[in-house]
Every structure is written in C-alpha cells, then in structure tokens.
C-alpha cells in the first residue's frame, strides 16, 4: 500500500480517495476538510465542509450563513469517521481555529500542516506536533534567511517610533483575519491600553475573535474625527488600504507592514513601507526544520511555497522528502 | 552595535529628511560617547572602510552554510550583505556582542587580515540586523543619505544652537566628536574652530566624459597634470602640530614615520602620497608594503621609503589659500616646495598642452620615466577655488586606457547568487616557451565580469561542452595550441608576483570581449605581459 493511495494532489487541492473528501480544496466540492479560515484555504460552495467551530463561524462571517451545504464541527483532538476514513484535528497555532488535519486508515498516519507557526500567539492555541508517516508542511518561509525576530522586539519598534513622532500617525497593514488581531493583543501586553483605530475591513472579524475570547481592549473606527486627531495614534488597516486614498486622511502617516516578507528589506522598499514589522503567522526556517525534525516522519511532503530550500535541507539531513505542487494559495499576495 | 543597527535600518526606510533628522538627532541624544561620535562620522562618510572584499564573506558563510542553500537564498534576497546577515547561523552567548567603537577601532588599525579573522567572531556574536550594519559598514556601503549638512542640522537641534554655529567649528572636529557633545551639551565651552593641522575637507575630481566634456570646454581654461598612482593625502603642519590624512580626513601619520618626519614647514599640502626613490616613483605594489602597517619596521621603511608629490597648497603659513584661484595657488606652491628642499616632499609637475588632442596623445604615449605609471591626467581649471566635495566642472580626472591583452580560457568555476548554476569565475592563461622551444599555457588571471548575460551563456556552453576534467566547482577546458577560447582580457595594471606562477598579477582584470574568431595559438605571449610589467 502507497501513501499516495490514502492522500494524493489532485486539481482540486489535496484528494483522500478511500474517504472521497478533499483537503482545502481551492473550488467547489462535494465534501471538503478545512484547516483555516483564510480565503484561499476556505472557499465557498462546498456541499458539506468539515472544520472547527471557529474556523465554521470564520467562513460565515465572509461568506454568509449559506456558505456550504451541511457544516460539521469538530473540536480540537475529537474524531470523524469519513467513509472509514478517520479524520481528527489538531492546533495548528496560525489563527484562530487553524487546524492540522490527521488522517489515518488501515494503520496509516498522515498530518496535513495547512498554514501552521510554533510560536507563542495570544489569539490561538499553540500547534500540538503529531506524530505520522507523513507530514504535509507548508514552505512559505522556507529559506534560511527567513527567521523571524522575537514579535516584542517587533512591537517594541513600532512603540518606540510612536513616541519619536508623535505629530505623526501609525498606519499599521496587518492582514483582517489574525495578523490584525494578534498585532492589537501583542500591542495590549507591551502595555499600550489607548484607544486603537481600525480600519472597517476589519470590524466584524475584530467582534468574532472577541466573542471567542480574544480581548483587544478599547477600538474605534478610523473614520471619525478630523485628520489632526489621529496624530500619534496607531490604525490598523489591511495592507491594501495603506497605499490608496484612503491612508491620507490621516497626518503623514507611517507607513508600518507586519509579515514575515518584511524579512527582506527589498521587499519592504518595494511595497512603500517605513516601518517594517517582521510579524508573521507563519513558521519560519527555524520552526519550519525544528518541525520536521521533531516529527520525523517517513516521508515529508512539501506544498505551497519556497519546496527547493526544504527539499535540500531533507537530503542533507537523511529525511525522505518530496515536492508536492499544489496550485491556489497565493502565499504572496494573500493572506499570510 | 544593536542601536546603530536600529538607526541604520530606519534611516533607510525612510524618505523623509525630516524624518531622517529626528531619527539622527535622538540617536545622538540617546547615545553615549564615543559611540555615537563614530556612528556620526561613519554615517557621513568621514569614515569609510574597505575592510573585507565579497569574495571573502562569501567564502566565510560558505563554510558555515551548506552552499546551494546559500546561493537560492542569495538568489531570493539579492544582497550579499542582507543575505549573508540573514542566513549566518548564530551562536548565542558564544561572544559578547562586539559595541560600535571597538569595531571602528580595530577597523582603524588592524590590518585586513586581521579583521577578517575578528569579522566572523563579530558575526557569530550580532543578530541579523547587527550583522547587516556591521557588513555593510565593513564594505563601505553604508548608503543611507545623511549628508554633512543633515548631520550637521540634527547637533544644532541637539545642543539648540544655529547650525552656523556648528558650521564654524565643524572642520577643527575629528570624530568621535567628544568636544563637540560636550560643548552641545553645555558641559563645557565652545571648541576653537582654529585648531592647529586640523584637517580641511579635501577637492575631488568628475570623471571627464571624453563624449561630451571636451566639446563643452575649452583647453585653454585649463591646466594638466599626472594623476599620481598612490593615495591621496593632506600634509597639515602649523604650530608644531603635524598631521598625514587620507582623503577622508583619517589621520595616517602613525604608518609613515617617514613622512611625518619630513613635514617642517608651516602649511597645509594637498598631495599623493608614493614610494620613491632617489626622485623616482616607484608602484602602487610597493606603497601597498605600506599600506594598513600600524607600526611599520626600519627595514621595510628603508626598502620602501615613502614621500608626497605636492598638488597644491591650502595654507602658507597663516594664510589661507584655498579661496584663491588654481593658477595663483600653484605659483605658490611651487615657491613652497622649492624652499623646502626635501627629498620626500616634491612637485607634481604640470603638462603643458595646446589643445584637447595634444593632451590626449600625452595620456596615451606618456613620456619616459614616472608619467609611464600615472593613471591618467588631472585636468583643473586655472580659475578654480580650493572647494570641498565633488564639483562638477573645475576638475576632471582622465584616467588611461586599461591594458589589454588576448589569453586563453584555461579553468571556469560555477559562479554565487543568479549565477550560480553558471561558470562564470575564469582563470585565462597565456603562451610559456620553455627550454625546449615548447609553449604551454601559463595562467595569468581570474575574472569573473566584464560579459553580458547573453555572453555569459555563451561561455558557459562552451565550458560545458569542452570539459576535459572537473574537480569540485571547477571545470579546466580543453586549451592547446590547436583549440582553445581566446577571451581579451582588461586591467588597470601589472605587478611582480611571487604567488603566482606566471611571475605576474594584473589588477582588476575583466572580459573585455570574447575573441571567438581568434585562434587559439596567437593569443599573447608571456614576454608581451612582462614589458608591460609596472
Ligand atoms: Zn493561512
Ligand atoms: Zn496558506
């Protein structure tokens, strides 16, 4: 029996034959398993999607209460059976609700990593390893250059520039599902408790996570009030909106991107950026191998992202590894 | 190194001089002596280093990380520096994180072997973002866009005073600057501007653009001398205070006792400083013995004994020169040099010449003697001031045409970065005769630019296709009397080797073109290479 006949690439996203189901499919399926609630991970359309309870109340909020045909919740750690197929999830700590998804039949175990982080993130719980025969890892840090600093020194950047400009705005682009939320909660527990500004974008995500426990402390919307009132304040904006017309309603602002890319300062002049925040939900080189290395599974299978880095690190580390090219998630220009 | 790191980032971040003031300014404030005075110095580049070459922290992260890792992320980041920092494996708590002025210390006086060897102790001990400032600072390439003048603005808004005021003593300064924070902190009283041999910003020439320039200026404006293969220095001696700079006002007297000890006048001059010998120049090889020794020996001076041809002349005395056109400075110096009477001090004579084509068969036949290893011809408008920086117009530096010679591609190594699935690093040869009449190919020179990626394709499909040996990285091609690539290879000069088996090393050798018409066997000679030796 081959790994390949239990989980295999299709068009469609990542195929489980014996269970007919599909993993993060990126179009419409008739059953579909989604370990978070990103949009190029979580489509709509599917007849029946299984996931959290959060990612579920994630993809409602974009979607619309119709989003699917029949939805299955599953706790962290609690078990479906799919066609004898046995699907279980756990924490996969990229946002609120993101899940590894575990799949085992006939004695067979397999780990899909979806988006995952090791780090401490207030908003999520923290990913739980899982032992397999083959772990699916993402790779979209996967280059040695990318390691991520400490998220306090991050903030403790932004914080201190707030301070040596206080005639000037902070306009903080964070992606609206997780990014924004953990840079609010981090900005919280470095003690800063003003009134933080966001953008509307951002409004019904900010409720969810805070009806799931996720406190953000005081927020107001970003568009009341005149330009000079937001003289020292921080926004939070997604990253689109802080290049366009909308950013100049506030006093020369201070362009900042939290994510991982900020990493390469050439991506940062690219995008028009002063301050760079090197925040991401995403494991970086280091959390990338120690992962691999910890669960030192029989195969690894690399997807979406930098395979080449990865694939070598395996050879030169005796793993067993391969490149699975997957197509749909937009790591770069989506949501990371 | 963390703060100046921080600084050095967002400094490059942002756009806004205004911003790049106030981030300056609170550095300033935040930090302490001496730090903050070599940050200021090395951030206007008053201090500049060329400490370590590419080559040389590429070879060292390539024995740290496994190299096809390193060449996909430096294919990704695109910055050796940036990568390098990035990609560094850090051993935390190995060292102590080395502080900003022990670094510019040891970069002011050890020698380049030296700091190698502490670069990678530092790299190990700094994170990403102080790796990053410390390469680029080694490099000398800290390109963050903090003039003179917005240095200048942020001590004014530090200590609340006019920035004429710090205008007015700038140049009596020399970093780390400790005078000039106390004075801008209020613990103590103005320093004087007129200090004794302080050092005065230096005059730098364009590179003439043969094109354009010529057409645009008149010959008769202008006056022409030798462009001195050596370095350039400022001798200041006034009130018993005596001073050798480089051009960028690092004091240098320390290595040439030599010199030092020649400077009795009371002046300032503006020279290069050279080995010489009984009058004559000797190369830029021999002045390199010279050169990054802090503590010079007898023999070594007496081998290679150093002195300064004289350009011009800032101060005489007390008088200041430097507002006084070129043509009324240079009958004073050459009053000054003559009265002196110094076998290590002596004049750049001038060129006279009617026109731009006299001029030009001068730079390109120099007459016997010194001129046949100048790099080229200094041309200065008679009417020009004494000015600081680089002006466009007064003078123009007209260096010579490279050598070039035709060699035969003997070995190519695969390449770093972009290149690295490449050969693009090629050591060329020429003929030998031996004993026996027979000629083999010497190797002569590496070089790994001077071709377009279209050419580079072309090299690398012929490397491919006439391999006849590979051991690691490196390929040797099939090169004999019957076959072989002809490359025309160019460089700006030739010096003895001992290292070298051939007897010779060329300075900056580039492809200058791919001679694929060109048989192999009438590449050059190796006696063609030894006449044009320096
Ligand atoms: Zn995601
Ligand atoms: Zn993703």
Redesign the interface.
């Known amino acids: 029996m081959k790994y390949e006949d239990l989980l295999c690439p299709s068009p469609a996203g990542l195929y489980c034959k014996p269970g007919d189901f599909y993993i993060d499919p990126v179009r419409a399926v008739e059953r579909a398993v989604v370990t978070h609630g990103h949009s190029d991970h979580a489509r709509s359309g599917h007849a029946k999607v299984l996931a959290t309870r959060e990612t579920l109340a994630i993809m409602g909020e974009r979607y619309g209460e119709n989003f699917a045909g029949a939805m299955q919740p599953l706790g962290y750690h609690e078990k479906a059976e799919i066609n004898g197929v046995t699907v279980s999830l756990a924490p996969a700590g990229h946002v609120l609700g993101s899940a590894q998804a575990v799949v085992k039949w006939k004695g067979m175990t397999m780990v899909v990593s979806g988006d995952f982080k090791r780090r401490r993130d207030p908003t999520c719980a923290l990913f739980e390893p899982v032992g397999c025969d083959v772990f699916i890892t993402e790779a979209t840090f996967g280059?040695?250059?990318?390691?991520h600093?400490p998220d306090t020194d991050e903030i403790a950047?932004l914080l201190k520039?707030v301070a040596?400009?206080p005639e000037r705005a902070h306009l903080v682009g964070a992606y609206a599902l997780g990014k924004a939320q953990r840079v609010i909660c981090l900005l919280r527990e470095a003690g800063y408790d003003k009134t933080i500004y966001v953008h509307g974008a951002l409004e019904r995500l900010n409720a969810l996570y805070e009806a799931h426990g996720v406190k953000l402390g005081p927020l107001a919307p970003a568009t009341a009030g005149k330009k000079a009132d937001f003289a020292g304040a921080i926004i939070v904006a997604p990253p689109s909106a802080t290049q366009d017309r909308w950013s100049r309603r506030f006093p020369d602002p201070v362009v900042c991107f939290a994510s991982g890319w900020m990493?390469?300062?050439?991506r940062?002049?690219q995008g028009g950026?002063?301050?760079?925040l090197i925040l991401s939900d995403h494991a970086d080189w280091d959390e990338l191998t120690m992962t691999a290395a910890e669960i030192a599974p029989d195969e690894l299978w690399i997807t979406h992202g930098?395979e080449?880095?990865l694939l070598?690190?395996a050879s030169?580390n005796g793993q067993k590894a391969r490149a699975l090219s997957l197509v749909g998630y937009d790591e770069d220009e989506g949501e990371n | 190194m963390r703060a100046f790191a921080?600084l050095l980032d967002?400094l490059?971040?942002?756009?806004s001089r205004n911003?790049k003031l106030?981030?300056v300014r609170?550095y300033l404030r935040e930090t302490t002596d001496p730090e903050r005075g070599w940050a200021l110095a090395a951030l206007t580049g008053v201090l500049t280093f060329d400490a370590a070459k590419p080559a040389f922290i590429r070879k060292a992260v390539e024995a740290r990380?496994?190299p096809?890792?390193?060449a996909?992320?430096y294919d990704?980041?695109?910055?050796l520096a940036?990568?390098v920092a990035?990609?560094w494996p850090s051993k935390p708590g190995a060292n102590r994180e080395p502080e900003l002025p022990e670094v510019i210390d040891a970069l002011r006086s050890a020698s380049r072997n030296e700091v190698q060897r502490l670069l990678e102790g530092w790299l190990d001990a700094l994170?990403?973002d102080g790796r990053w400032a410390l390469l680029k600072l080694l490099t000398g390439a800290l390109r963050v866009g903090v003039s003179a003048r917005l240095a200048k603005l942020a001590l004014a808004d530090l200590g609340h005073v006019e920035v004429a005021e710090i205008e007015e003593v700038w140049h009596s300064q020399r970093p780390p600057y400790e005078d000039l924070f106390a004075w801008l902190e209020k613990r103590s009283d103005k320093p004087s501007p007129d200090a004794p041999a302080r050092f005065r910003p230096v005059m730098l020439a364009q590179a003439i653009d043969e094109a354009t320039d010529f057409a645009k200026y008149d010959a008769a404006d202008y006056a022409a001398e030798w462009k001195w293969d050596g370095i350039r220095v400022q001798a200041a001696s006034e009130r018993g205070e005596k001073r050798l700079y480089s051009r960028t006002g690092d004091d240098i007297g320390h290595a040439f006792p030599d010199v030092m000890a020649a400077l009795n006048f009371e002046g300032v001059i503006d020279g290069e400083l050279l080995v010489m010998t009984g009058g004559r120049v000797d190369t830029f090889g021999d002045l390199q013995q010279r050169l990054n020794r802090k503590n010079p020996e007898a023999k070594t001076i007496a081998k290679f004994p150093a002195g300064i041809r004289a350009y011009d002349l800032l101060m005489d005395g007390k008088e200041d020169l430097r507002g006084l056109p070129f043509a009324q400075r240079r009958k004073r110096l050459e009053a000054f040099i003559a009265q002196l009477k110094s076998s290590r001090i002596d004049l750049s004579p001038l060129q006279p010449f009617e026109s731009w084509e006299q001029l030009a068969h001068l730079r390109a036949q120099p007459p016997d003697g010194d001129p046949q290893i100048a790099e080229g011809l200094m041309l200065k408008r008679w009417d020009s001031i004494y000015e600081a920086g680089r002006p466009k117009g007064p003078w123009f530096k007209w260096k010579r045409d490279p050598h070039l010679i035709d060699a035969v591609l003997m070995y190519a190594q695969r390449g770093h970065g972009k290149r690295s699935s490449f050969y693009s690093d090629y050591t060329f040869g020429v003929w030998r005769e031996d004993a026996n009449g027979d000629r083999s190919l010497t190797p002569v020179g590496k070089a790994y630019f001077g071709f377009t990626d279209e050419e580079l394709k072309q090299i690398d499909k012929f490397v491919r296709d006439n391999t006849i040996e590979r051991f690691g990285p490196v390929r040797s091609v099939r090169a004999d009397r019957e076959f072989g690539l002809v490359l025309e290879v160019a460089f700006e000069g030739l010096q003895r080797s001992t290292r070298h088996k051939s007897g010779v090393a060329m300075r900056f050798p580039r492809i200058n073109r791919i001679r694929w018409d060109k048989p192999s066997r009438e590449a050059d000679e190796l006696q063609t290479l030894e006449r044009m030796l320096d």
């Open positions: 280059l040695p250059v990318f390691r600093p950047k520039s040596q400009f990493r390469v300062r050439a940062a002049r950026v002063e301050l760079p930098e080449d880095a070598r690190w030169l | 921080r967002s490059a971040f942002t756009p911003t106030t981030l609170d990380v496994d096809a890792l390193f996909m992320s990704f980041v695109g910055d940036e990568t990035l990609i994170d990403p």
